[in-house]
């Protein structure tokens, strides 16, 4: 028994010709067979076949790459021999995929078995690995190889192939050409530069040479620590049996210094868009209190569970989507939950992976955003971040480095936005652009509800 590789001097077409070389009986199964692979066997198949051997092959036609002329080459010499049977997949039932060869010869079984189909690359020159081996007709091996082809005959799952089920697979065969090619086309035009880690590595070599993303992520990371004082603000108002006029202030404050880029505000979550959406959240004290109660300790959990606890909550509160709840828990848990927007999906399909492009909280579910976290964080470490803060700053440069011109801006950051409104009668007027956060609370009024 040993190791097959298409190396110079033992391909997977020699070996066939060993496995074959003598043999009485021959028993093939293979996915799929084309024309040049055809070709070669046929050769091999003829030679045995003028020596008394009988022959049966059983071919795959999943997704149709079988070729229809290779199917003919061989079926002209089975026409010729009456001792070589050739049977189609009917593609009813699972995918039909082995790559199996076997000669029996007197007291004697050949096999190779594997991952090379009847093709020109697979029997010389792809990476592929089989095993080739020699055992007596009465060892395990022999039986089992034995029963398996016998259960190919008797599973109803071919048709033995002459010419009227060639002429209906051939029908069908130049229909899936016709749509493959047309794919093939698509997926050249609009994937084939973006799936290659070149792009992405390229990209990054602009990023780190970028001076001013440079000093954009360290104020970022003195933002995130800000906005972390700020949540934990939010989230201790949730400790209130009531919450009054006052407090409602400080809410409205707090938050819009998370959400807002309008003076007098410091829009500590740097999102361009969270602003627009985010501002009915305003009106909705209570339960946006709670949302950030849970989120604090939802960050301590797995991101699955946490981000659908923080999903089911969101639901039923305006202006709170994918951004906010997600933001929330990426300040609480850098290193765990990663900042998923609009931007970052647009990111990520520039270098080649595919993204929600409008989520929302009724349509991410926990499952997905967790397969997001996963291959942000794998982006992480690529690029040499500390956490999904990093990450989130290299993508939102990507999104505006590779969105169209005419919507970029200098310097590959957003313009700055429109401030939410402010709400109505609860925020005081500040002058001063970056003032202290409203820390202390008064005693909660009696009779004064949430809302």
Request: charged fraction near 25%; proline fraction near 4%; include cysteine.
């Amino acid at each position: 028994m040993r190791l097959i590789q298409n190396k110079a001097s033992d391909d997977h077409r020699t070996a066939v010709a060993h496995v074959l070389e003598g043999a009485e009986q021959i028993s093939i199964a293979v996915a799929f067979l084309k024309e040049g692979g055809a070709r070669i066997i046929g050769l091999l198949l003829e030679a045995r076949l003028k020596q008394g051997a009988k022959i049966e092959a059983f071919l795959g036609t999943d997704f149709y790459i079988t070729e229809p002329k290779a199917l003919a080459h061989l079926l002209a010499i089975k026409k010729r021999f009456g001792a070589f049977e050739m049977f189609l997949a009917n593609g009813k039932t699972a995918t039909f995929h082995p790559k199996s060869y076997v000669g029996r010869s007197e007291g004697q079984v050949r096999c190779l078995i594997g991952s090379a189909n009847l093709t020109t690359g697979a029997l010389t020159t792809n990476d592929e690995i089989s095993i080739l081996a020699t055992v007596n007709s009465d060892e395990q091996l022999s039986s089992d190889l034995k029963v398996t082809f016998a259960d190919f005959r008797e599973s109803g799952s071919f048709q033995e192939l002459d010419d009227l089920v060639l002429g209906q697979y051939a029908s069908r065969h130049k229909d899936a050409e016709r749509l493959r090619r047309k794919l093939e086309k698509e997926l050249e035009d609009n994937f084939a530069a973006q799936f290659d880690l070149r792009r992405l590595n390229g990209f990054l070599r602009q990023y780190r040479a970028d001076k001013t993303e440079r000093s954009a992520l360290a104020k970022r990371r003195t933002d995130r620590d800000k906005a972390l004082k700020v949540q934990q603000l939010i989230a201790d108002l949730g400790n209130a049996p009531r919450i009054s006029k006052e407090m409602r202030s400080v809410f409205a404050e707090n938050l819009s210094n998370l959400i807002s880029s309008r003076e007098p505000y410091q829009h500590l979550w740097h999102s361009g868009d969270i602003h627009r959406r985010g501002s009915a959240a305003l009106d909705h004290p209570k339960k946006t209190i709670t949302l950030f109660a849970a989120g604090r300790k939802a960050a301590k959990l797995a991101p699955e569970r946490g981000y659908e606890q923080m999903r089911q909550l969101a639901l039923g509160i305006p202006g709170v989507g994918v951004n906010m709840i997600t933001a929330i828990l990426c300040t609480f848990a850098p290193k765990r939950y990663a900042v998923f927007n609009g931007n970052t999906s647009g990111a990520l399909a520039a270098i080649g992976i595919g993204a929600p492009r409008s989520p929302t909280v009724a349509t991410l579910s926990a499952e997905r955003y967790t397969q997001l976290c996963a291959t942000i964080d794998a982006l992480r470490r690529r690029i040499g971040g500390a956490d999904f803060t990093d990450a989130d700053a290299f993508l939102n440069w990507l999104y505006f480095k590779t969105k169209p011109s005419k919507r970029a801006h200098e310097g590959g950051a957003p313009k700055t936005s429109p401030c939410v409104s402010r709400p109505r009668q609860v925020v005081r007027q500040h002058r001063a652009s970056n003032r202290p956060f409203r820390q202390s609370l008064p005693s909660p009024k009696a009779g004064s509800p949430f809302e």
